[in-house]
């Protein structure tokens, strides 16, 4: 059995650890609450652009923001995975790097990691991707210029996201660029008018404009989908926090109830050794008197 200053020294070192998942919790959750009014601001905003595109794009297509004159150069679909900065997320990134790989092929798939974690998880694996760009640490004006650059020179993009379900529950998703624009667009309301070169002067043209729309709202739903991986990171570090700290109350409870046992062992030893003390001294004084 250990002693009681032994284990008073592991107590204090799981208090320390109960104290700093509990930090880790408080922060979690608050990064949670601004995370999710950012995604809000940033819909509002995208609604508006779909109302405009829409009334201008009348044949319905989406072009990934290329002019009639632009061509894709790479023939091969490019596939961008949004994991965590760091490897404090739980396993929640290897689900996706996992969600990816299923069908991945080198041959008809280059890979953009956004986030250092997800990139050493590819390392491990021994896939190589074409390029990685670190998880943006604000959630505001984030700049996916570079990205939506990447995008327009492949003929099809796949985004792989993590999706915030609950605080508890997180998932992870893939869907197609083009799709990720039409479904966040799907939500407004149809236009009241249509605006075409009868009734409105284009410059240059209205497919230019129409282009420059696509290009400003691929930029609004990737950052969109990045808050959104955020999110649910933010939500698997709260609950694995949570369970840390759970477990560290609990190991703690424990480290109580050893620590009083240990000491009730030393005072019985103490209480032993007095009783056989006396004991031994009684048989003295009764042999010398004898």
């Known amino acids: 059995m250990k002693r009681p200053i032994e284990i008073a020294k592991d107590q204090a070192d799981m208090s320390t650890l109960a104290e700093l998942t509990s930090v880790f919790e408080g922060v979690a959750g608050m990064r949670i609450s601004q995370i999710k009014?950012?995604?809000?601001?940033?819909?509002?905003?995208?609604?508006?652009?779909?109302?405009?595109?829409?009334q201008v794009r009348v044949d319905g297509s989406f072009s990934f923001g290329r002019d009639k004159s632009d061509k894709h150069t790479i023939d091969k679909e490019l596939n961008i995975i949004i994991t965590?900065?760091?490897?404090?997320?739980?396993?929640?990134?290897?689900?996706?790097?996992?969600?990816?790989?299923?069908?991945?092929?080198?041959?008809?798939n280059d890979?953009?990691?956004i986030g250092h974690h997800g990139a050493v998880q590819l390392a491990q694996r021994g896939i190589t991707y074409k390029k990685y760009y670190k998880l943006p640490v604000k959630d505001q004006n984030i700049n996916v210029i570079p990205i939506v650059r990447e995008v327009l020179q492949y003929r099809?993009?796949?985004?792989?996201?993590?999706?915030?379900?609950?605080?508890?529950?997180?998932?992870?998703?893939?869907?197609?660029?083009?799709?990720?624009?039409?479904q966040r667009g799907s939500a407004s309301d149809k236009p009241e008018e249509i605006i075409s070169e009868t009734t409105y002067i284009f410059e240059p043209s209205a497919y230019t404009v129409a282009a420059h729309l696509e290009r400003s709202m691929m930029q609004i739903a990737i950052s969109q989908l990045i808050l959104e991986s955020k999110l649910a990171q933010y939500a698997s570090r709260f609950r694995a926090m949570s369970t840390s700290h759970q477990r560290a109350d609990e190991s703690k409870d424990d480290l109580r109830m050893q620590y009083n046992r240990a000491r009730r062992h030393v005072k019985?030893?103490?209480?032993?050794?007095i009783v056989n003390g006396l004991k031994k001294t009684n048989k003295a004084k009764l042999g010398a008197r004898a």
Do not use: C, H, P
């Open 37 to 54: 009014n950012q995604v809000q601001q940033s819909t509002k905003f995208f609604d508006q652009l779909w109302d405009i595109y829409s």
């Open 268 to 273: 019985d030893e103490r209480l032993k050794e």
């Open 156 to 182: 099809s993009t796949k985004l792989f996201y993590q999706e915030y379900v609950s605080l508890m529950v997180q998932d992870v998703k893939r869907i197609e660029l083009s799709n990720a624009v039409k």
């Open 111 to 113: 890979i953009v990691v």
């Open 84 to 108: 965590a900065e760091g490897g404090f997320s739980g396993d929640i990134d290897q689900k996706l790097v996992e969600l990816m790989l299923s069908d991945y092929d080198k041959d008809k």
